[in-house]
């Protein structure tokens, strides 16, 4: 669950169906299948995943100004 949380974050709020493999090919390089990116669903804004994004990039090193950067980007995400 964690994983898809922060793909989804990665991919601005849009959850995508994952998968491993990109494409099959047979032994002369001819395509078999491929696989297309499917998105499953938003599961949050795009404003919302970069905060969320940023929060855990910066946070994450600079632990001790967390409450300076949470509104940081409160003011940036809603300036008009």
Do not use: W
Not at 22 to 28: A, G, I, L, T
Not at 52 to 77: K, T, V
């Amino acid at each position: 669950q964690n994983i898809l949380l922060a793909a989804a974050v990665a991919n601005s709020g849009k959850l995508m169906k994952p998968y491993v493999v990109d494409h099959v090919e047979s032994f002369d390089g001819k395509t078999l299948s491929s696989n297309e990116p499917v998105k499953l669903k938003r599961v949050m804004s795009k404003d919302e995943a970069i905060k969320s994004g940023a929060e855990c990039m910066f946070i994450e090193r600079y632990p001790d100004h967390a409450e300076d950067i949470r509104y940081f980007l409160f003011l940036l995400l809603n300036h008009k």
